[in-house]
């Protein structure tokens, strides 16, 4: 087996709190055992365009408690091409790298499995907003935007308290209903609509209705993107009920701001674990977390495998809502 003497490390996909805590472990775990580290930035499009630069321990000094990605990341059509890989591993072997450690999500996973095949060893750390990763019970950053989700919830209650009126939150989940259902639960939400569950509008305004009888003048309805616009599902209930309705979309501030603890002890489990496990010979593997443990998972397996459907989570928000 080779020894690794050189590694690169990259974010990529859409940004989530805690990158920079899992970039700060690679460089200091590497560091530490005598292994050189190139910063690859913005992803899969610097590892074609040969933006690097060579990290030391200082270089992640006061990082671990921002937000974002201090290497940047972007997406990238062409390294979807065998053209824009060759080029990628042209640019591994002009700097001698002899690993590569990805941080992100299924797409970043996808990539870093096509170079596996050509011969580079990879790692995956998994980090992701949404929590759809299999092989993990948690993924970096999810937990910082859980956080902040719930924080505007409690906040829009109040006003929805005070006005008597139903308000529609739109947070992100194109496919994954995972914020929308736990910050739902959470916060105390009437509703949920998510991708993951199939769900009716004329269900939905006719519980409304039926609630208003009783005495009930006041709801929240979290909507996860993937499941329909904000706009569309408060215009519908607006027409079926005749109830005045707002609407709220929280976007892009669910990526930001300082990651939790969580997150921050997260990152930095798995930055670490994934050096270790190049050094030790693996390859083609994403370590998470699973029961508090740390565990490695086959990359194609961690964008393959389809994850719980929340079944269980949800039918208790429909027991605690009444």
Same mark, same amino acid.
């Given at each position: 087996?080779?020894?690794?003497?050189?590694?690169?490390?990259?974010?990529?996909?859409?940004?989530?709190?805690?990158?920079?805590?899992?970039?700060?472990?690679?460089?200091?775990?590497?560091?530490?055992?005598?292994?050189?580290?190139?910063?690859?930035?913005?992803?899969?499009?610097?590892?074609? *365009?040969?933006?690097?630069?060579?990290?030391?321990?200082?270089?992640?000094?006061?990082?671990?408690?921002?937000?974002?990605?201090? /290497?940047?990341?972007?997406?990238?059509?062409?390294?979807?091409?065998?053209?824009?890989?060759?080029?990628?591993?042209?640019?591994?072997?002009?700097?001698?790298?002899?690993?590569?450690?990805?941080?992100?999500?299924?797409?970043?996973?996808?990539?870093?499995?096509?170079?596996?095949?050509?011969?580079?060893?990879?790692?995956?750390?998994?980090?992701?907003?949404?929590?759809?990763?299999?092989?993990?019970?948690?993924? =970096?950053?999810?937990?910082?935007? &859980?956080?902040?989700?719930?924080?505007?919830?409690?906040?829009?209650?109040?006003?929805?308290?005070? &006005?008597?009126? =139903?308000?529609?939150?739109?947070?992100?989940?194109?496919?994954?209903?995972?914020?929308? &259902?736990?910050?739902? &639960?959470?916060?105390?939400?009437?509703?949920?609509?998510?991708?993951?569950?199939?769900?009716?509008?004329?269900?939905?305004?006719?519980?409304?209705?039926?609630?208003?009888?009783?005495?009930?003048?006041?709801?929240?309805?979290?909507?996860?993107?993937?499941?329909?616009?904000?706009?569309?599902?408060?215009?519908?209930?607006?027409?079926?009920?005749?109830?005045?309705?707002?609407?709220?979309?929280?976007?892009?501030?669910?990526?930001?701001?300082?990651?939790?603890?969580?997150?921050?002890?997260?990152?930095?489990?798995?930055?670490?674990?994934?050096?270790?496990?190049?050094?030790?010979?693996?390859?083609?593997?994403?370590?998470?977390?699973?029961?508090?443990?740390?565990?490695?998972?086959? /990359?194609?397996?961690?964008? *393959?495998?389809?994850?719980?459907?929340?079944?269980?989570?949800?039918?208790?928000?429909?027991?605690?809502?009444?």
């Amino acid at each position: 087996m080779k020894k690794i003497k050189t590694i690169g490390v990259l974010t990529s996909g859409g940004d989530s709190a805690g990158m920079n805590a899992a970039v700060r472990s690679v460089v200091r775990t590497a560091t530490y055992h005598g292994i050189k580290v190139f910063a690859i930035m913005r992803g899969y499009e610097g590892l074609i *365009k040969d933006e690097m630069m060579e990290f030391t321990r200082r270089s992640v000094s006061n990082i671990i408690n921002l937000g974002g990605t201090v /290497l940047k990341t972007a997406r990238s059509k062409e390294f979807m091409t065998k053209k824009g890989q060759h080029k990628a591993l042209r640019n591994l072997k002009k700097h001698k790298i002899d690993a590569l450690v990805v941080i992100g999500g299924d797409g970043s996973f996808r990539g870093a499995h096509e170079l596996c095949k050509q011969g580079i060893r990879c790692i995956g750390v998994p980090a992701t907003i949404d929590n759809d990763v299999a092989g993990t019970d948690f993924t =970096i950053g999810s937990n910082t935007a &859980l956080e902040v989700v719930l924080d505007a919830v409690d906040k829009i209650r109040d006003t929805v308290t005070s &006005l008597e009126r =139903i308000f529609v939150v739109e947070v992100m989940g194109r496919e994954c209903g995972y914020l929308a &259902l736990r910050a739902a &639960l959470a916060g105390g939400a009437e509703e949920v609509l998510m991708p993951d569950i199939k769900f009716d509008m004329n269900d939905v305004c006719k519980e409304i209705r039926t609630a208003r009888k009783k005495g009930k003048v006041s709801w929240i309805i979290i909507v996860a993107e993937g499941a329909g616009k904000a706009e569309n599902v408060a215009r519908i209930i607006s027409k079926k009920t005749g109830f005045e309705t707002r609407v709220t979309v929280l976007g892009h501030i669910q990526r930001g701001g300082r990651p939790s603890v969580i997150d921050r002890l997260l990152a930095s489990r798995l930055g670490a674990e994934a050096v270790m496990r190049l050094m030790n010979g693996e390859s083609d593997k994403m370590v998470g977390i699973v029961a508090e443990g740390v565990r490695a998972t086959d /990359l194609c397996c961690s964008f *393959k495998a389809n994850r719980d459907r929340d079944a269980g989570l949800y039918k208790l928000l429909k027991i605690l809502e009444t």
